[in-house]
C-alpha cells in the first residue's frame, strides 16, 4: 500500500511526455479531418453519437489522467520549497490560465468573446481540485475518487426533474444535463454534473503517480499499470451494462474505461522508453509532450484563423485552405484517405513547431 511520496524518486518521466505527446497527437488528428462527413471519416476518429466510446473519446480522459499522474511527482518537489498557502495560490493561478486559455480559444471558434465551458476550463478546475487533495493519504483519495463515481450514479439514479425521467441516461431526459441548462450555455457540450466522476479520472492518474514513485522496481510498476489498466478496461464494460459508456455525461463506468485504457497506454511507454530505453524512438512524441498547451492552442487558432477563414481558388471557386488540401489529397486518394492525410498535415505543421521549440530548449508552461 502507497503511504508516502519520496522526493528522490521524482525525476522526470519520459514515458509520461511521450504519452503526453501521443494524446495531444490524437487529439490534433482527431479535432482536424479533412471533412465531418461520417459517411468520410472512420468512426473510430468521430465521437460517439451519445452511448459508446470510440478512440477519438478516449483523448480527452487521457489528458485528465496525465494531469494526475504529473501532480503528485510535481507536488514533491515542490513540497519543501514553499508553504502550502503559496502552492494553493499558484495551483490557483495555472486553473485560472488554463480556464480563461480554453476560453480565448473558444471565443475565437465563434468570433465573439465568451467564457463557455470547454476542455481546458474544465482541465483548470479538475487540477485545482485534485491539487487541494494532494496531501491526504493514497487511501483517502481512492476512496474519494470512488465515491464521486457513485455519487454521480445516485444523482442519475435518484434524483427526479420536470421533464428528466429517474434512472435515465437518454440524451435531455437526465438529471445531468436538467442541471446544466441552468448554469450552461446552449451549444456546450461538457457538462457540470460530469465534473464529479471526472475528478475520480484525475485522482486515477494521482494514485498511479504516486505508485510509479514509490515502486524501485520497473517491471514491477510496468506489471500495476498493465494488470491495473485491464481491471478497468473489465470493470468499465461491466458496469455499461447498468451504466452506459457515455463521455458527454461522463458516465461512472466511461470513468473507469477510460482510466484502464490510459493505465494501459502508459504501461506500453513506461516499458518502452523507461524499461527498454527505448527513447530515441519516442522523441517525436516526447517533444510533442513538452509543449502540449503551446502546440493544442496554437495550432486550435491556425487552423481557425487561417486554415479554416484563407479562400484560395479551387475548381472555379473559391474555398478554404483546408477544403483545398482535402479535395487535393482525394482526388489522387479516396475521400477517407485524403481526410486522414490532411489531418496528418496538421499534426506535422504542430510537430514541427514543437521541434523548434524543443531544439531551442523553449518549453512553454501554465
Not at 501521443?22 to 460517439?48: C, E, K, R, S, Y
Not at 431526459?173 to 450552461?184: H, T
Not at 465534473?195 to 514509490?214: D, E, H, Q
Not at 498493465?226 to 458496469?239: D, R, V
Amino acid at each position: 500500500m502507497i503511504q508516502s511520496i519520496n522526493p528522490i524518486q521524482s525525476s522526470r518521466l519520459l514515458s509520461l511526455d511521450a504519452f503526453r505527446g501521443f494524446a495531444i497527437a490524437g487529439m490534433l488528428f482527431v479535432n482536424n479531418p479533412g471533412t465531418w462527413d461520417p459517411d468520410i471519416v472512420p468512426a473510430q476518429l468521430l465521437h460517439a453519437q451519445w452511448h459508446g466510446c470510440t478512440f477519438a473519446d478516449l483523448i480527452f480522459p487521457f489528458f485528465l489522467f496525465i494531469v494526475g499522474v504529473a501532480m503528485p511527482i510535481s507536488y514533491s518537489r515542490k513540497r519543501k520549497e514553499m508553504p502550502q498557502w503559496k502552492g494553493i495560490a499558484i495551483a490557483a493561478k495555472r486553473a485560472l490560465i488554463l480556464y480563461l486559455l480554453g476560453a480565448f480559444l473558444k471565443s475565437a471558434s465563434i468570433n465573439e468573446p465568451v467564457l463557455h465551458f470547454g476542455i481546458l476550463q474544465r482541465i483548470g478546475i479538475l487540477y485545482f481540485a485534485a491539487y487541494l487533495l494532494l496531501p491526504l493519504g493514497a487511501r483517502i483519495q481512492a476512496a474519494i475518487a470512488a465515491a464521486m463515481l457513485f455519487l454521480w450514479w445516485g444523482l442519475m439514479a435518484f434524483v427526479s426533474a420536470p421533464g428528466v425521467i429517474t434512472g435515465s441516461f437518454e440524451r435531455d431526459l437526465n438529471i445531468a444535463q436538467y442541471i446544466d441548462s441552468f448554469i450552461l450555455a446552449p451549444n456546450d457540450k461538457e457538462t457540470i454534473v460530469s465534473m464529479v466522476p471526472g475528478l475520480s479520472t484525475v485522482l486515477f492518474g494521482v494514485l498511479t503517480g504516486r505508485m510509479i514513485m514509490t515502486r524501485v522496481n520497473e517491471i514491477m510498476v510496468v506489471r500495476t499499470l498493465l494488470i491495473a489498466g485491464a481491471a478497468g478496461i473489465a470493470i468499465g464494460l461491466a458496469w455499461d451494462l447498468v451504466v452506459p459508456l457515455n463521455k458527454i455525461l461522463w458516465s461512472s463506468s466511461f470513468a473507469v474505461y477510460t482510466a484502464g485504457w490510459s493505465a494501459l497506454a502508459l504501461g506500453v511507454m513506461y516499458w518502452l522508453i523507461e524499461v527498454k530505453q527505448l527513447s530515441r524512438f519516442a522523441y517525436p512524441l516526447i517533444e510533442f509532450g513538452m509543449n502540449a498547451i503551446t502546440v493544442y492552442v496554437g495550432t486550435g487558432l491556425f487552423v481557425r484563423w487561417i486554415m479554416l477563414s484563407w479562400k484560395v481558388p479551387y475548381d472555379g471557386a473559391m474555398i478554404s485552405l483546408t477544403g483545398y488540401f482535402y479535395r487535393t489529397f482525394a482526388s489522387v486518394t479516396t475521400p477517407t484517405i485524403g481526410s486522414l492525410l490532411y489531418s496528418l498535415l496538421i499534426i506535422a505543421i504542430g510537430w514541427g513547431v514543437c521541434y523548434w521549440m524543443y531544439t531551442k530548449r523553449i518549453f512553454l508552461k501554465v
